[in-house]
């Protein structure tokens, strides 16, 4: 079984209750197929360079992601709502 973060994605082999690295909530995947299959790359705002979504700062440009504090969504640098709660952002 594989855990990941709701947060900020990071992937685990155990189960645990909160994310190490950022405090979220972990809750089980399917499988390490399943979420090979349904990775999604976020392209820098700043680059355009495409990089793996639980990566946080761009490894070309070195930009941090925005993400909204509510929920971790990565937000686009011009997004009004944040798509994943619907937080109005600043």
Same mark, same amino acid.
């Given at each position: 079984?594989?855990?990941?973060?709701?947060?900020?994605?990071?992937?685990?082999?155990?189960?645990?209750?909160?994310?190490?690295?950022?405090?979220?909530?972990?809750?089980?995947?399917?499988?390490?197929?399943?979420?090979?299959?349904?990775?999604? !790359?976020?392209?820098?705002?700043?680059?355009?360079?495409?990089?793996?979504? !639980?990566?946080?700062?761009? &490894?070309?440009?070195?930009?941090?992601?925005?993400?909204?504090? !509510?929920?971790?969504?990565?937000? !686009?640098?011009?997004?009004?709502?944040? &798509?994943?709660?619907?937080?109005?952002?600043?």
């Amino acid at each position: 079984m594989i855990f990941s973060c709701k947060k900020c994605l990071k992937t685990f082999e155990k189960e645990i209750e909160k994310c190490p690295s950022c405090g979220g909530e972990v809750k089980q995947t399917l499988n390490k197929e399943y979420k090979k299959e349904k990775r999604i !790359d976020y392209e820098c705002p700043y680059c355009k360079h495409k990089y793996p979504l !639980d990566f946080r700062i761009c &490894p070309s440009c070195g930009k941090r992601s925005k993400r909204c504090s !509510d929920c971790g969504y990565i937000l !686009d640098i011009n997004f009004l709502v944040c &798509p994943g709660c619907g937080k109005k952002l600043k």
